[in-house]
């Protein structure tokens, strides 16, 4: 068809017929989204993750994390056949409030440690917070720089469903996934506010606490319990005008340290200053950290701790699945909402109110038996 503007009005201007344009949605994209979510067979994750199949082993945690219950089985079953190959690493807890520095400092540790080391190293996290704010997902490539284009490192931001209790729990299975693909030094970044870093040091060799200096609460640590769960504390951004106000928060948490008994590990913690953005004191740290591990594997701490560590995981992940399998029923579902609303209105107390419940999830498992 002949084009209005080809009009001897509009001289110089010569429109030709289009060609036709291809769609504007990938035909094989949705050939993509069904591979993303085709599932293999227990075993070929396994031989994946043994080889150090990066991709392999990012699906098999997307399998840990999914509340779906045919994932969760297959996720176990990999779990299971990953456990013998795992443990190999030095697993090290990163904690600190934001702001404190821990992405830029795990970023520089990272590479640091990367070249003293020359192994492989998985950067994981875990941050409860993750789902509500969809903010602060620790872990997070954008927020590593250079470990996030480094070949030897793995990093897998918070899962984000759930308790703590569960975003743990997915955290430490990821753990055993990570080691069984040769990755020899795991950090786990966490957000030092509230539980998150009892749970971290659960599962952790050492536990690294990040703090600030000329904050004018120096010893805010102290009050929340989480100096006597560190088994070293830094003091990051120790550089330009800052470096004295660091040197003096340092000598104030030793002087704090020893008003704790001496720790169970029989290591005293250490204080040091560094900068993770200027890469100062970076080995330093690294030092502090291995001389430590070093120390308890002599003494026999360390298996000791993991030992009391899988302890505590199995007793929490009993605890997990009984919570799990009584609010899920469904029987039990419907009944709780009139029961608190007859403890609300004062006709039944709370304790009553728990008997009934229990003893109708309990006669419905018999039921089932
Ligand atoms: P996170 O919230 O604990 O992960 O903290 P970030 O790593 O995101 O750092 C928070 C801010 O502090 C950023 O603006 C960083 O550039 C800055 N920062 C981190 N480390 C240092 C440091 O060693 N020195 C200085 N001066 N600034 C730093």
Known sequence: ????????????????????????????????????????EPQEYIDGILAGDVSMLGQAITLIESVHPDHQALAQKVIEGCLPYSGNSVRIGISGVPGAGKSTSIDTF????????????????IDPSSEKT??????????????AVHPKSFIRPSPTAGSLGGVARKTRESIILCEAAGYNNIFVETVGVGQSETACHSMVDYFLLIQLAGTGDELQGIKRGIMEIADGI??????????????????????????????????????????????????GVLDMIFDYI???????????KRNEQSKYWMYESINEQLRNSFYFNKKIKDMTEDMEAEVLGGKITSFVAAKRLLDEYFSEMKGQE
Not at 294 to 304: C, L, P, T
């Open 1 to 40: 068809m002949e084009h209005v503007e080809n009009n001897s009005e509009y001289a110089g201007l010569q429109v030709n017929a289009g060609v036709a344009q291809p769609g504007s949605i990938n035909p094989y994209l949705n050939q993509m989204r069904k591979r993303r979510h085709k599932l293999f």
């Open 110 to 125: 990272g590479v640091h440690l990367l070249e003293r080391d020359g192994g492989k190293l998985a950067v994981l996290a």
């Open 134 to 147: 969809k903010g602060s997902i620790l872990g997070d490539k954008t927020r590593m720089e250079k470990l």
């Open 234 to 283: 830094v003091i990051n951004k120790a550089d330009g005008e800052n470096v004295e106000k660091a040197e003096l928060a340092a000598s104030h948490f030793r002087n704090a340290l020893h008003l704790f008994p001496m720790p169970e590990s029989g290591v005293m913690p250490e204080v040091r200053c560094y900068s993770g953005f200027y890469e100062l004191g970076i080995d």
């Open 294 to 304: 070093d120390k308890v594997k002599a003494s026999g701490y360390f298996q000791y």
